[in-house]
């Protein structure tokens, strides 16, 4: 005779960690929803439950991942002695493969193809990272904050692409050349704004 009681309950943070693994390894939107569904383990019914709906489950997912593995970069990025060694270290790492694109860099390139707490989450990640290399700026330089701004602006957008183009598999050689002249602008525009104010 069966036990009759109360179900076991589900680890949300165990289905959102199946389910990062497998957005990762194949794309947010590359896997389809009955896929990640038969991935994670449980059923569709329970994924509607924990998660509402497939935007609800793509939302936790990269908030999830966020939280537990690239979060941390906040810290790492804004507390840099020299931001400007730490920009031509960290573009050169993702170029030669030590850093490797991850479900954040990956979910940014397929924004548009996502739901809207999806979109909505990965824009307040991409603004929070902006004021990372905002404050990292501002600690390295004496520049003006309307100065600050704009180049961590530029600096954010110019991880992206190297991202990107690295995902795309563009030769080290090639993204080694472009982020030289990432280096230059950004060299360029702090000194430039040092001796105008």
Not at 132 to 148: A, L, P, Q, R, T
Request: some cysteine.
């Amino acid at each position: 005779m069966k036990n009759i009681g109360r179900p076991k309950s589900i680890d949300k943070i165990a289905v959102l960690d199946k389910c990062v693994e497998n957005y990762w390894a194949v794309g947010l939107n590359k896997v389809s929803f009955n896929n990640i569904v038969k991935y994670s383990g449980v059923s569709k019914s329970t994924i509607y439950r924990l998660f509402e709906d497939e935007d609800g489950l793509q939302f936790n997912s990269i908030n999830h991942y966020y939280k537990t593995y690239i979060k941390k970069w906040h810290v790492i990025i804004e507390t840099q002695e020299n931001i400007y060694m730490f920009i031509n270290d960290f573009l050169t790492q993702i170029a030669n493969g030590t850093l490797k694109p991850c479900l954040y860099n990956k979910s940014i390139m397929e924004k548009n193809g996502l739901g809207k707490k999806s979109i909505k989450l990965l824009n307040t990640i991409e603004k929070k990272f902006v004021n990372s290399w905002f404050i990292g700026i501002g600690k390295s330089s004496n520049m003006k904050v309307n100065d600050c701004k704009d180049l961590a602006t530029f600096i954010a957008s110019q991880v992206s692409l190297i991202t990107t183009l690295k995902v795309n598999q563009v030769s080290e050689k090639e993204l080694l050349a472009i982020i030289s002249v990432i280096r230059k602008h950004v060299l360029t525009v702090s000194k430039n704004a040092k001796t105008l104010h």
